[in-house]
C-alpha cells in the first residue's frame, strides 16, 4: 500500500514538475472567472443602490425604468474606469521592476507575488457586496491601489511564459509549449465559466472563498515546483550590465542592504527601459513595438469583451426592445462556450497552422486579430442569444496572438533580455488600460443611449489597422532574415556545449549570404554552408580577441568599478560572460 502510493505521488510529482505553470495558471483563471461572473450582477446592483438607494420608485435587482437603466449603464462605466486605473496606475510601473528583477533573481517572486496581491483584492469584494457587511463600494479603489503595487493578476502569465522561455531555447518549441499554456488557461476559464450557469446560485462569499482556496493550490504549486535560478545567462548580450563591487556584496548592514536594494531597482528600471528603446539591426525594435501593440489591443480586447464591466452592462440591458437582458447564468454560459471556442482554435492553430502548415509566428497574429475584429463585428449589432454565440465561434482565434507574440519576440531579442521584452505582456495590457480605457469608457457613456454596441465597432477597426501593420511586418521580417536563428539552431540542436547564436548573427548570415529555409535543400548542403562561416565568423572573433589582450594592461589600469573585467573577454571565458560585442563559437 505505502509503495503504490509512492509511485503515484511520485507520477504526480514528474506532471507537476513538467506542466508546473500550466497548472498554476489554470487555478488562477478558473478561481477568478467563477468569481468574478459571480460578483458581476452585485456590483451592477451595488452601483445602482449608490444613486438609487433612498428611492422607493426604482428597484435595483429588477430595473424597467430605460432613462433609469441609461444612467445606471453609463454610472458603471465610470466605476469601472476609476477600479481600473487604480490599479493600473501602480501596475505600470511594477511591472517594469519586476520583469526586469525576474531575469536576475528568477521568476518565482513575481508568480508569487502577484498571487498575493490578486487575493488581497478579492477577499474585500465578500465586505462590499455581503448584505450582513453592506460596505461602501468606494472602498475598492485604495484596496485596488494597493494591489496594483503587486502587479495584480498580469504580472502571472507573464512570469509563467518568461519562465518557458528560461527553460525552453527552441523557438519552435517554444511556441507549443507557450500554446499549451494558454490551452490550460483557456480551459479554466471556460470551466470557470460553465460553473457558473450551472451554479448561478452561489453567495458571492461562497465563490470568493472557492477562488481563494484556488489560488492557494496556485501559491503551494509555485513554492513546490517552480525553480530559482538567479542570474542564470543563458545567450550573449551587446548591452552592458551593472557589477557589483565586492565591498558592496558583503555589505550585510541595514544600510548596506537598503542600498544594494535602490541601486538594484535603479539598474532594473534602466535595463527595462533599455530593452524597449534601444538601437536594434534593422527593423527589430519596430517590429516589437508593432507586435507589442497588437497584443495590447488583444488582452483589451479580450478582457473588455468578457470580464469587464462594461461588457456585463451591456449583457445586463433589459428595456430597449433588442436589449439581451441576460442574467449571471446566461453570461456565464456564454463566457463558458466563448472560451471552449478558443480551446478547439488554440488548438487548431498551434498543432495544425503551426506544425502541419507551418505558418509564420506574424501569420498566426494577423489570424488571430482577423477572428477577433470579425468576434467584435457581430457583437456590435447582435440582439439574440444566436447571434453572441455565434460571434464567440467566428473568435475562437483569438487567442493565437498570446503565443505567437511569445515566439516572435523571443527572435528579436537575446535570451537574457526575454523577460523584459515579454514584460510587454504587463506593461503594454497596463498602458492600453490606462490610455484606451479612458477612451472606451467614454465612448460607451455617449454612444450608450443611441448605439450601446458602437464601442466593440470601434474596437474591432483599431484591430484592422494593426492587421494591416502586422502585414508588412511579415513581409518586412523575413526580408531581414529574422527567421534564419530557426535554421541555424535546428542544423546545430544536439550539441549541448555549442552556445546560441546571437540573432543579430543570424540576421546578417541570412542577409548577406542568402541562406533560406528550404525543403528542398539537403541537410548535408545545410550543414556545410553553416560550417563554412562559422569560420569566417571564428577569424573576426580571434582578431577582436587578439586586440582585447593587446590592450588588457591598459584597461586594467583605467577600468572604472561598473565595468566588466578584461580577463571575461578572454577565449576560454565564452560561457561565463555577456559580451559587448556580437559574437559566435
Known sequence: MLKTFKNIWRTFSLIFSYCCTEFILFFIYFGWIFAQSIESPGIYQKICLIYYNTSNI???????????EDEIQQRTAQWYLYTSLAYMVPALFVDTILGAYGDKYGRRFNILFGIIGLAFSQFFYIIILN??????????????????FTGFINTIPASCNAYLADQISDTSSLTIRSGILSLFQLIASSLGGICVGLLYYVSVTNAVIIELVFFSLSFLIVLWKVKHNPNKIRTFSIEPIYEENEINQNNKSFYGI????????????????????KKRSGNKRLFMWITGGALMISYTTSVE??????????????????????????????????????????????FIFKRIFKFQETTLIIISLLSSSSRLFLIAFATTDFQMYLAN????????????????????????????????????????????NLIFSSIYILCETWMPGFLFLFIGIIQIIFVIAMIWVHYQSKVEGISAIKIV??????????????IDVSS?????????????????????????????????????????VRNENIE?????????????????????RRASIITFH
Request: net charge positive.
Open 58 to 68: 426604482v428597484d435595483c435587482t429588477n430595473i424597467n425604468d430605460g432613462d433609469v
Open 131 to 148: 448584505p450582513s457587511i453592506n460596505a461602501p463600494y468606494w472602498i475598492m479603489i485604495p484596496v485596488l491601489f494597493v494591489s496594483g
Open 258 to 277: 537598503f542600498k544594494n536594494i535602490i541601486i538594484d531597482i535603479k539598474y532594473l528600471l534602466l535595463n527595462g527601459w533599455r530593452t524597449y528603446t
Open 305 to 350: 469583451t468578457r470580464m469587464s464591466s462594461v461588457m456585463n452592462s451591456y449583457a445586463f440591458r433589459r428595456t430597449d426592445d433588442d436589449a439581451l437582458d441576460w442574467d449571471s447564468k446566461r453570461l456565464g454560459f456564454w463566457n463558458g462556450i466563448g472560451y471552449g471556442s478558443l480551446i478547439v482554435g488554440t488548438f487548431i492553430g498551434v
Open 393 to 436: 465561434i467566428c473568435g475562437c482565434f483569438a487567442s493565437l496572438i498570446q503565443p505567437a507574440t511569445v515566439s516572435f519576440i523571443s527572435q528579436l531579442v537575446s535570451l537574457d533580455e526575454v523577460g523584459r521584452a515579454f514584460a510587454l505582456f504587463g506593461i503594454g495590457s497596463n498602458i492600453t488600460f490606462i490610455i484606451i
Open 489 to 502: 539552431r535546428d542544423n546545430t540542436a544536439g550539441n549541448e556545449q555549442r552556445p546560441r547564436m546571437s
Open 508 to 548: 546578417f548570415i541570412n542577409r548577406h549570404f542568402n541562406i533560406k529555409q528550404n525543403n528542398d535543400i539537403n541537410d548535408t548542403n545545410k550543414v556545410a554552408t553553416l560550417t563554412s562561416l562559422k569560420k569566417v565568423l571564428r577569424n573576426k572573433l580571434s582578431q577582436n580577441s587578439n586586440t582585447n
Open 556 to 576: 586594467q589600469q583605467n577600468r572604472p568599478v561598473n565595468t566588466i573585467s578584461t580577463n571575461l573577454m578572454k577565449l576560454n571565458n565564452y560561457y561565463e
